[in-house]
């Protein structure tokens, strides 16, 4: 699991060159906040995480699987992962910042990316210009 990317993942890559693309600003890995979250928007009060959906369990997703082997194992560590989550989102957002997911799934069409993106940082129209610009 030491080989597993923890940073600079390709669904990371792809969420970082769309909210580019749509004119914001971001931070990578505040070490100083909760969970470290992948992409920090300090502007928007906003962070995102990246989430693979193996690995931090997305529901009703096919990638989502355990493995055949070590049962109990996969299941303490993803069940460890997801209450990690949950824990690192309450502190944040009780400190004020908005949390936002992005799952890996959601990241492998373009369109649909760009979607969910709009979907989470939805600003109207001329306010969004100005807001984007500084």
């Known amino acids: 699991m030491s080989r597993v990317a923890s940073k600079n993942t390709s669904a990371e890559l792809r969420v970082r060159r769309a909210l580019h693309a749509l004119g914001f600003r971001f931070r990578l890995h505040r070490k100083d ?4 979250p992948d992409i920090v928007l300090p502007k928007h009060r906003t962070v995102v995480f990246v989430h693979g959906c193996f ?19 996969w299941r303490s560590k ?9 824990e690192a989102m309450a502190q944040l957002e009780a400190l004020g910042w908005r949390t936002v997911v992005i799952w890996e799934c959601e990241t492998k069409k373009s369109e649909r990316l760009a ?4 979907r989470h940082f939805a600003l109207g129209g001329e306010e969004a ?6």
Do not use: I, Y
Request: charged share 40%.
């Open 33 to 36: 906040l909760p969970g470290t």
């Open 55 to 73: 690995w931090h369990r997305h529901p009703g997703c096919p990638k989502a699987t355990t493995p055949k082997t070590r049962v109990e194992f």
């Open 78 to 86: 993803f069940d460890r992962n997801v209450e990690r989550d949950r």
């Open 115 to 118: 979607e969910v993106l709009e």
């Open 129 to 134: 210009a100005q807001d984007r610009e500084g």
